[in-house]
C-alpha cells in the first residue's frame, strides 16, 4: 500500500468514521488499509502524523498545527500549550513551559499570546505577553470568540499599542536571526529555547530561574510576568548572569555575569541579554517596512568585548525537502583585540535565493572607540559613522554592496568595552518615579558624588527606600562592576 493510497483511506475514514463507541481506538493497517481495534490506543499521534503527510502532498515542506500526543510529538510542529485562562498567573508559567518543550525535543511550541480564554483585560499583562510572544518560538494572538477579547495592539491603551507595535515590528526584523536558530535546531538538534540549565547542568543557580532562557546562540531572554510597582514604575525578574559580560540588547547597558541579578524594566522593555561578541543580523526595516523574502537591507547588532563568529543562514522556503544544496551561508565574524575587526565574508551556496546587493546597518555596542577604517574586498571606501556616546553605540552605514564582496571594518586606535553611564541612566530612572521630588533630587545627588558605587549603594540603604526603588537603583550602580 502506498502513501497515496493510505492517506486517501485514511481520510475517507476520517469523513466515515464507524458507529462505534470505541471508535478512537481504531487502527488502519498499512498493509491491507484494513481497519482494526487497539484497546487503549490513543488516536492523536496518528492524526498528527497523517496531517503532517498530507500538507506534504501540497509539493510544500510539510507544517501542521498539531496537539500534543506525548514523546515524539515534536516530529509534528507547531505544537502549543493548551487554553489557557487569561490571567497573570498563566503568563507566569508559560516562559518555564515554552523553554522546557525543548525537553521533549518539541523546539517550535507556542502560546496564545494574551490567553485564550476567561479571566480579565488587563493591558499591562497583554503588552507583557506579546513580549514574550516576540522571544518565544511561534509568535501567534490568538483568543476565543468574544467581542471584547481581539489582541490587536489598537485595543489597549496608548502606551500598550505603541508598546506592541514597537516589539511586532522586532519580531518582523528578527526574521534573519531565528531561521538560522531553526536551522540549527533542524541540523544540529539546538532548539531555539533552551533552560539556563542546558550549558552549565552543574549550575545550581540555574535551576533557579525557571523562566529565563537562552534564546538561540547569542542572547539570553528574561520575560517579565509580573505586574509594575507603581512608585518605581518597573517590574522584576530575578536572573542568572552567566560567566563574561553580557549587554542589555535593547539599551547597551553592560553586565558583570557569574552571579545572580534583578533586573527591573519599566513597561516598554524586558531584559534580553546578549554575550559579549554576539552577532545578532536582523531585518532593517527603515525602507523595506514590508519585506518577506530574503532581505535587500540587514541591520547587525554586534556586542563588544569577544571574539565571535555567526553563520547566517537564508532560503527561499519553497521546496518540498529541506536540503542542504537550498542554502546560502553568509560569514560574519568579530575579531576582538586592541584593534578589533569585523568581517562580512562573501556569501556563498545557493546566492540565487538572495539579493543580488545589500545595504548594512551595523551597530557596535560598548565601544570607546569610532575611529574606523572601512574595506570592500581589500579597497578603502569612506564610511557614514555616527557615534552615540550616551550608549557607546557606534553605527557604520554601508550603502548596497554585492553579496559576492567581502566586507571589513577595522578599529584604527585602541578600542576598550566601555563602561556603564551611571549618572545618566539613574536620571532616567528616577525621572519614571512617581516620588517626591526633593527624595528624587537627594537621591541623584548621592550618586554623583558618591566615589564609587559601593559608597553610592551605601548611602541609598541609609534613605530606607521602597524596595523596588533601591533594587533598581542597586542594578543600575553594580551591572558591571
Known amino acids: 500500500m502506498t502513501d497515496e493510497e493510505f492517506l486517501d483511506a485514511y481520510f475517507q475514514y476520517l469523513h466515515n468514521p464507524l458507529e462505534d463507541e470505541g471508535v478512537d481506538f481504531w487502527w488502519i493497517d498499512w498493509q491491507s488499509g484494513n481497519l482494526s481495534k487497539i484497546p487503549g490506543l490513543d488516536p492523536l499521534w496518528m492524526l498528527n502524523h497523517y496531517h503532517y503527510l498530507d500538507s506534504k502532498r501540497r509539493g510544500t515542506r510539510p507544517l501542521i498545527f498539531s496537539r500534543y500526543s506525548g514523546f515524539g510529538s515534536h516530529r509534528y510542529p507547531i505544537g502549543f500549550s493548551g487554553d489557557t485562562v487569561i490571567s497573570w498567573e498563566s503568563l507566569d508559567f508559560q516562559p518555564y513551559f515554552t523553554a522546557n518543550a525543548s525537553n521533549a525535543g518539541y523546539s517550535w511550541w507556542s502560546h496564545d499570546i494574551g490567553g485564550h480564554m476567561h479571566g480579565y483585560k488587563d493591558d499591562e499583562l497583554c503588552t507583557r505577553w506579546v513580549q514574550f510572544g516576540v522571544f518565544s518560538p511561534i509568535m501567534r494572538l490568538h483568543s476565543t470568540d468574544n467581542p471584547f477579547n481581539g489582541k490587536e495592539p489598537w485595543n489597549y491603551n496608548k502606551i500598550s499599542e505603541l508598546t506592541m507595535k514597537k516589539y511586532l515590528k522586532l519580531r518582523h526584523a528578527l526574521i534573519p536571526y531565528l531561521y538560522t536558530m531553526n536551522r540549527y535546531a533542524s541540523r544540529e538538534g539546538k532548539p531555539l529555547l533552551r533552560p539556563m540549565y542546558y550549558l552549565e547542568p552543574e549550575q545550581p543557580e540555574t535551576y533557579e530561574v525557571p523562566n529565563e532562557y537562552y534564546f538561540g546562540t547569542e542572547l539570553i531572554a528574561c520575560p517579565i510576568t509580573k505586574t509594575i510597582d507603581k512608585k518605581a514604575s518597573v517590574a522584576k525578574v530575578n536572573a542568572w548572569i552567566p560567566k563574561g559580560l553580557w549587554f542589555d540588547f535593547f539599551n547597551g547597558r553592560i553586565y558583570t555575569g557569574n552571579r545572580m541579578a534583578s533586573l527591573y524594566r519599566g513597561i516598554e522593555d524586558i531584559p534580553v541579554l546578549a554575550k559579549a561578541g554576539a552577532i545578532v543580523p536582523m531585518t532593517d526595516l527603515t525602507e523595506y517596512t ?98 552615540d556616546d550616551k550608549m557607546h553605540l557606534l553605527t557604520v552605514h554601508i550603502p548596497k554592496v554585492d553579496i559576492l564582496n567581502k566586507i571589513t571594518i577595522r578599529f584604527l586606535n585602541r578600542t576598550e568595552v566601555a563602561n556603564n553611564n551611571i549618572v545618566s541612566e539613574a536620571y532616567e530612572f528616577l525621572h519614571n518615579c512617581q516620588i517626591e521630588y526633593d527624595l528624587k533630587s537627594n537621591i541623584y545627588n548621592y550618586i554623583k558624588e558618591a566615589p564609587n558605587s559601593i559608597s553610592a549603594i551605601s548611602s541609598l540603604a541609609a534613605l530606607n527606600l521602597e524596595p523596588t526603588i533601591f533594587g533598581a537603583l542597586c542594578e543600575i550602580l553594580s551591572a558591571k562592576y
Not at 291 to 318: C, M, Q, R, T, W
Not at 354 to 373: A, D, Q
Open 290 to 387: 514590508n519585506e518577506v523574502n530574503n532581505p535587500k537591507a540587514l541591520e547587525v547588532k554586534i556586542f563588544a568585548g569577544n571574539s565571535g563568529e555567526f553563520h547566517l543562514y537564508e532560503d527561499a522556503g519553497d521546496t518540498a525537502e529541506d536540503l542542504d544544496e537550498n542554502w546560502a551561508d553568509t560569514i560574519m565574524k568579530l575579531n576582538w583585540c586592541e584593534h578589533p575587526e569585523f568581517i562580512i565574508e562573501a556569501a556563498k551556496g545557493n546566492i540565487s535565493v538572495l539579493p543580488k546587493k545589500r545595504s548594512f546597518k551595523l551597530k557596535f555596542y560598548g565601544i570607546t572607540n569610532n575611529n574606523i577604517l572601512l574595506k570592500i574586498n581589500d579597497i578603502e571606501v569612506e564610511s557614514s559613522v555616527i557615534y
